[in-house]
Structures are given as structure tokens and as C-alpha cells.
């Protein structure tokens, strides 16, 4: 039986896709995303708003771009950058960017269409090595790839549309810079569903241990995001890419499906 959720995308014109590979982790669940939002809309709308970031950032004198850390984060997120298009190829077309902002800030995320922006607080406070921040980083193009935020607008857009019969959520009809900020609560504001962050953690994995990257790193950087959360203060990061009891129990289980891709990578 179609569960009333299902029924309602239909009706808001949704479709059935599998935005990336299974990969070597096995993701395989079916996505459905509304049609009158198209992967490329969505991208170009998010990259309004990175724009926006970015300008703010440099009037505040704290994007970074040629710093030995700088520069470190762009070799990592070049790597990751690379083995993308196994997972999905038509992001070989994406206009990657990847920027470091100057903040305390706990954060790291990739948005639509591939805008990376890293924290130094990340790496900073938590004294992540070159694998760990390869683990946040692949985490983040793993939700970019498999547009997670694209879709939770169309669920979004689904049920809105079964309970009132018309679009009025997701900025349909407003001017394009509502829209995009539209984008970006549903892609990095909100927090993510248990489902969303296990496709990212498996997927991120993967990418981590392609682009040569050790992967057991995942473990010891969700062991450091959950000593932080407990010190005080929770990393803006935890916020919107919640801990769960099991989730470096799933890491550890993916790890030996990885594995081999990542000796591999060491050969070559």
C-alpha cells in the first residue's frame, strides 16, 4: 500500500531516483525529488548564497586562502574532489570550490552543487589530522551528492502541496534570493535524518578511503565531535549531523568494505 507520504509526492510531481552508485557501501535506497526542482536549479540557487558567505567572510577579513592550513584543507578536498564522479559521475561537472573561514566556530559543510566551506575552530580545537579532516570533508560531499537537501525540500514540498493544493512553501514565486536561502535551511541548517546521516557516513567513507585516506579516521573524529559536545558547548556541527549510539558502531561494521580501496589507493 503507497503510505500517505508517498502518495503526496506523486501528486506534487515527484520522481523516483538513486542520485549516486551503491558504491562499495551498498547505498541503494531510492530518492524522490520534485520536479520543478531540478538538480541545477537547486546548485545554482546555493551558490547565491555561498557567494554571499564568502563576500561577508572577506569584508570581515577572515577568509583564508593562502595559508599553509589553506592550502592543506584544498589538497584534502582536491583528493575527495576527484573520486566523486565513481560515486556520481555527472559531478566531474560540478564548480567545485572549497574556502577556509577564520572562526571558532565547530563546523564544516558542503552545500549544493559542491561549495565546500571549512571552520579553522574544526580543526583547530579538535587537532584533526590530515585523515580526519578527510572524514568530515567526505562525510559533506556525501550529503552534496547524494542531495539530501533537495530532497527534504520535496518531501517538504509534498505534504504541503497534500494539505493545501498549492505551492506556496519553498519560496515557489519568490525572488531567487529568498529561494536560495531557502536552499540552504534545508540543506545545512536543518538537522539531518538518521537515514540522510548514514548514507553520508558510508558514502563519506568511501570517498575518504578512495582519495587515500585512512578510514579508521572516522572513528577517532566522531570520538573527538562526542568529547566536545560534552565539554560545554556543542560543535554547530553536532546541531544539524547528530550522534546517535550506533553510528560508530555502522562505521566500524563499513570499515573492511573500505578497506581494500584505500590499500589500493596507497599502491598507486
Known amino acids: 500500500m503507497v503510505s500517505a507520504l508517498s502518495a503526496s509526492l506523486l501528486l506534487a510531481g515527484c520522481q523516483a531516483v538513486n542520485t549516486t552508485s551503491a558504491g562499495a557501501v551498498g547505498v541503494e535506497r531510492k530518492q524522490y525529488m520534485f520536479s520543478m526542482l531540478s538538480t541545477d536549479e537547486v546548485n545554482n540557487m546555493y551558490a547565491q548564497s555561498y557567494q554571499k558567505t564568502l563576500g561577508e567572510a572577506q569584508s570581515k577579513n577572515v577568509l ?6 589553506a592550502k592543506r584543507v584544498q589538497k584534502i578536498a582536491d583528493r575527495l574532489i576527484a573520486q566523486a564522479p565513481t560515486l556520481r559521475p555527472d559531478s566531474a561537472q ?6 577556509l ?13 559542491g561549495k565546500i566551506i571549512v571552520y579553522t575552530g574544526l580543526i ?9 579532516i578527510a572524514a568530515v570533508m567526505g562525510h559533506e560531499i556525501a550529503h552534496a551528492l547524494r542531495e539530501h537537501g533537495r530532497e527534504a525540500m520535496s518531501k517538504a514540498y509534498g505534504v504541503q502541496l497534500a494539505r493545501q493544493g498549492a505551492g506556496a512553501l519553498l519560496g515557489v514565486g519568490q525572488d531567487s534570493l529568498a529561494l536560495a536561502d531557502t536552499v540552504v535551511q534545508y540543506s545545512l541548517t536543518l538537522p539531518n535524518s538518521r537515514s540522510n546521516e548514514n548514507e553520508a557516513d558510508l558514502l563519506g567513507l568511501e570517498l575518504a578511503a578512495r582519495g587515500g585516506y585512512n578510514p579508521n579516521a572516522a572513528i577517532t573524529l566522531w570520538n573527538k565531535m562526542s568529547a566536545a559536545s560534552g565539554g560545554g558547548g556543542q560543535p554547530e556541527f553536532m546541531s544539524t549531523h547528530p550522534a546517535s549510539t550506533s553510528r560508530i558502531a555502522a562505521l566500524q561494521a563499513a570499515i573492511p568494505k573500505v578497506m581494500p580501496l584505500y590499500q589500493q589507493s596507497k599502491k598507486s
Open 101 to 113: 573561514i577564520k572562526s571558532d566556530e565547530l563546523n564544516a559543510n558542503c552545500g549544493p552543487g
Open 94 to 99: 560540478w564548480k567545485w570550490e572549497v574556502n
Open 64 to 69: 583564508d586562502k593562502t595559508s599553509a592550513e
Open 124 to 132: 583547530d580545537q579538535l587537532k584533526l589530522s590530515d585523515d580526519e
